[in-house]
């Protein structure tokens, strides 16, 4: 068990481990598990640095951010030429299926909107251009149109659940059409985000719900 103190200072300390981030840049409060962050940092990568960071220390049960992201005073890019820049970054990667994703970029802001088979080339699609230049932040708005007909098995998730180093002993695996409930505890943040990766491979779903709670007790 961890205080809020100790929780904060853990917090800080895995924020110092990083070293594209700088300890003076990101402000840490705790209260019972909930750690909010604040602050202002020079690119959008640095930011989702620091939320991994946070989300994968013990005792954090929910992660709020208020980091602003200001990009250096030289001068910004247009969205014209973030916008070719993103088009330049699908086109060198085969597995992003540019033709289905459509591109917004307002300020700085990208917004990505389209349909694609799987999980993981939504994923792929982000991460192909937070580090660009320019970009302050990504609203991810992709959405999941599985080709697989056929309903997905529930057994078949609560194995792959078994096999990973998970405790899933206290999850519960529900099916409603193509989309996927995980409700129940775990002990970490990283684990939740685990098991919905887990989840996410399915075949046939397009959606998943993951109302999994981290279970910590805190010393008051």
């Given at each position: 068990?961890?205080?809020?103190?100790?929780?904060?200072?853990?917090?800080?300390?895995?924020?110092?481990?990083?070293?594209?981030?700088?300890?003076?840049?990101i402000?840490?409060?705790?209260?019972n598990?909930?750690?909010?962050?604040?602050?202002?940092?020079?690119?959008?990568?640095?930011k989702?640095?620091?939320?991994?960071?946070?989300?994968?220390?013990?005792?954090?049960?929910?992660?709020?951010?208020?980091?602003?992201?200001?990009?250096?005073?030289?001068?910004?890019?247009?969205?014209?030429?973030?916008a070719?820049?993103?088009?330049?970054?699908?086109?060198?990667?085969?597995?992003?299926?540019?033709?289905?994703?459509i591109?917004?970029?307002?300020?700085g802001?990208?917004?990505?909107?389209?349909?694609?088979?799987w999980?993981?080339?939504?994923?792929?699609t982000?991460?192909s251009?937070?580090?660009?230049?320019?970009?302050k932040?990504?609203?991810?708005?992709?959405?999941?149109?599985?080709?697989?007909?056929?309903?997905?098995?529930?057994k078949?998730?609560?194995?792959?659940?078994d096999?990973?180093s998970?405790?899933?002993?206290?999850?519960?695996?529900?099916?409603?059409?193509?989309t996927?409930?995980?409700?129940?505890?775990v002990?970490?943040?990283?684990?939740?985000?685990?098991?919905?990766?887990?989840?996410?491979?399915?075949?046939?779903?397009?959606?998943?719900?993951?109302?999994?709670?981290?279970?910590?007790?805190?010393?008051?």
């Open positions: 068990m961890k205080t809020n103190a100790e929780l904060q200072k853990d917090v800080q300390d895995a924020l110092k481990w990083e070293p594209q981030l700088h300890s003076a840049e402000g840490v409060i705790v209260k598990g909930v750690v909010s962050l604040t602050g202002t940092v020079d690119n959008y990568a640095k989702l640095q620091a939320e991994h960071a946070a989300k994968n220390v013990s005792g954090v049960k929910v992660l709020v951010v208020h980091i602003d992201v200001q990009l250096p005073i030289s001068r910004p890019k247009t969205d014209e030429e973030i070719n820049e993103i088009i330049a970054a699908f086109k060198s990667n085969s597995f992003i299926p540019e033709k289905k994703i591109v917004k970029v307002e300020n802001w990208v917004n990505l909107e389209g349909e694609v088979s999980d993981y080339l939504r994923d792929i982000e991460s251009i937070k580090y660009l230049p320019g970009v932040g990504i609203y991810n708005n992709i959405t999941i149109d599985s080709e697989i007909s056929g309903t997905p098995e529930k078949d998730i609560e194995k792959a659940l096999r990973s998970i405790d899933s002993s206290e999850i519960e695996v529900s099916i409603s059409g193509k996927v409930t995980l409700k129940g505890t002990h970490t943040w990283h684990q939740k985000e685990e098991a919905g990766r887990i989840v996410w491979k399915t075949p046939g779903i397009s959606h998943v719900n993951n109302e999994l709670k981290v279970d910590y007790e805190y010393n008051l």
